[in-house]
């Protein structure tokens, strides 16, 4: 196995190839695209991926693919799914792929995990359904009508991301996330609610997280200020960690408390019972279908050929845009406002996995890794920092994320829809052909400006534009859809781990700001 992908043959013909004169994007779309198309078009699990304005060549394509096999991405993916200690600093199992495997088999990582596995699922789908049915009431004999989850970091951005993403199907208990320990944040959710009809669900995988319990405590009071007799509480607070023991000393009951493991990363949790929040939003069944979505993108994953893999190619083109093209941000910009949050959670899976400096072996990583990724809502983006994309110094590879159907119920949904789309499709080619000074000068004598002043106005008015682009495609934004794209992004960050050769699945630049934070809370009494 590699130590650092550096002396790799690929490698080397990558840089070769990222030495030649690479020809702008407008060159390589001008006419015909469907050979493009053909070559940069992948489809798996209900999602497309258009990359046919990457600023690569088939060749390229090829030295990639062959990266990823030099690399041998496949035997670690295997190894990963097989549940061997890939997470070598912490001696732990990275298996969040076991946390949606098929119910009917046990699946690559054993029947004894299976089994664990869809036991806690089980359960947190009852418990779900039985809040969203009334039939689990609080002290006063009310049914619970709002539930407040208090968590952080993974333990709050996969689930509520996806409760803004699927929120058409929210038809149970609202359900509030609160994350920060500032109090407003709190208070901002509890002022509006009735204690007695309200359950807190604290979700932590340490239970240590100071900004958690801070926020648990405060919200423990709140209840018996509003009426909670301390013996009731604990019918309306429910823990959701990986240690037990810590929320059973705290008097939170067995029957609501439930449980993940340590081999479950934060960041990658989302599909265990940390997504009880969103279950109860949408219902058990509709949770399992996020499963399934997710199944099916592993599927995929495990076993399509690495040419027509879908998060080995998104990998290999953040790979050559990043270590090749020496891009060092990555823009994420959904379209679907429902996805408004769904770029915050791939900057934590991705930049929380990726962002090291270290090769496993413990060596000083010799490339570039885990890129700076962030963005937010294209369409509002378009109106904000697009126009350093287009006209800035820096150049920043773009994926944008958009629905193919609307399920909106307005009377002119279809117009927001074709509106929204055609924005999409239509910044993804500004990025790539530009205008350059000449047809700008052209477009300007049109309307009449010639001469200096016009060349000078033309250097203000022109786009280099060969910013490459992903666009993926989703038919529908249903759980399944979303599964399978949550689930392509953890992929992706695992081959880029995989080819760099670091860690992605410990987090210990975390804890020194930790460590200072309670230093100073002792220092200060
Ligand atoms: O500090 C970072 C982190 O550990 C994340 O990795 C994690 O998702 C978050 O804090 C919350 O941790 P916990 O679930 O243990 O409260």
Redesign the pocket.
Known sequence: MHSTPTTLPAWQLLTQHAAEPQGHLRQMLDGDRSERFDLFRTHAAGLTLDASRQRMSAAVQDALLSLADQAQVEAQRDAMFRGDPINLTEDRPVLHAALRGDPAQAGPWGADIAADVERELSRICHFADAVRAGTLKGHSGLPITDVVNI?????DLGPRMASDALAHLADGPKVHYVSNPDAWALYAVLRDLKPEQTMVVV???????QE?MTNAASARQWLIDGGCPETSLRYHQVAITATPAKPAELGYAPEQTFLFWDWVG??YSLWSSLGLPLAIAIGGSAFRDLLAGARAMDEHFTSAPLADNMPVLLALYGIWNRNFLHMPTHLIVPYASRLVRFTPFVQQMDM?SNGKRTHINGDLAEVDTGPIVWGGLGIDGQHAYFQLIHQGQHQVPVDFIGVETEDTPLPMAGTHHNVVNLNLRAQAEAMAFGRSYEDTLAMMKKDGMEGPAAQAMARHRMFEGNIPSNILWLDALTPARLGALIALYEHKVFVQAAIWRINAYD?WG?ELG?TMAKAMEQKNG
């Open positions: 968590g952080i970091g993974g333990s979700s932590s995988k340490t239970f240590t997280t958690t934060g960041r929380e987090q975390v930790k």
